[in-house]
């Protein structure tokens, strides 16, 4: 059957010539992979950045529950993003976002409100202007609700995790409780070396509540965001 459906790409391998299979998080079917033709010719050249990580597109599949892998009738933007490809921090941060989701995102079925919440997201970090040295942290908080296992309060994060001294320390855990009640648009003061323990504390918890394994983001983070 013919499906019309946004999606966020999370990622592509080429295949034969010029074709691609891609991994798309869509808001209709969940995750869903999908093979689009002769989209790496010279003639259609353009088409190949369709399916860059985080891309925002409207596609119109052939979709078979039963597949591995389905096929792309159309696809285009429904959201061009302009900062996340040139700004070197945001394209940074789009690196671990596109990590993190690839982990992240298993379930073949659609949920409304988790792709409205990591679209909104991708739209706030390809749009803000002002410092987004804390977006990363927001996001896996926000997203932990998401996944059914954000930390109700301080305290049960603290639990979690391996690093409780740290927070011992009541600076360090009022601003964890700033975090935890933060949004993107909500500016806190963080130092650096702080904002690089919170992040490995946040993965931590995350790893005790889903296999993460090692991201090849985090160093490129820390070097940009947290020296």
Same mark, same amino acid.
């Given at each position: ?6 999606? %966020? ?5 080429? *295949? ?5 299979? =891609?991994?798309? *998080? ?9 093979? @689009? ?11 190949? @950045? ?7 597109? &409207?596609?119109?599949?052939?979709? #078979? ?23 070197? %921090?945001?394209? @940074? ?13 298993? &379930? &073949? ?5 988790? *792709? ?10 390809? #749009? ?5 040295? #804390? ?27 391996? #690093? ?12 964890? &409780?700033?975090?935890? =009640? ?10 650096? @070396? ?10 931590? *918890? ?22």
């Amino acid at each position: 059957m013919l499906i019309k459906t946004k999606g %966020i790409v999370l990622r592509f391998v080429k *295949y034969k010539e010029s074709s691609v299979i =891609a991994t798309i *998080y869509t808001e209709q079917e969940g995750l869903v992979s999908v093979i @689009a033709n002769s989209v790496r010719s010279k003639s259609t050249s353009g088409k190949i @950045a369709l399916f860059q990580p985080m891309s925002l597109v &409207e596609l119109v599949l052939y979709f #078979n529950p039963s597949k591995n892998v389905n096929r792309i009738s159309e696809i285009k933007s429904y959201h061009p993003l302009h900062q996340l490809r040139q700004d070197p %921090i945001k394209s @940074a941060v789009t690196f671990f976002l596109t990590e993190i989701l690839n982990k992240c995102l298993k &379930e &073949e079925i659609g949920n409304t409100s988790l *792709y409205s919440f990591v679209e909104g997201s991708i739209i706030h970090l390809d #749009n803000q202007s002002d410092s987004i040295q #804390n977006f990363h942290l927001i996001f896996l908080l926000n997203l932990s609700q998401h996944l059914g296992f954000r930390p109700n309060s301080s305290k049960d994060f603290i639990d979690h995790i391996s #690093n409780k001294s740290f927070y011992s320390d009541e600076k360090n855990e009022k601003i964890l &409780e700033k975090l935890l =009640a933060s949004n993107f648009n909500i500016s806190i003061k963080i130092t650096n @070396a702080t904002r690089q323990i919170v992040l490995t504390d946040l993965l931590e *918890y995350y790893q005790n509540h889903m296999e993460l394994g090692k991201l090849k983001s985090v160093d490129i983070l820390h070097e940009l965001l947290h020296s």
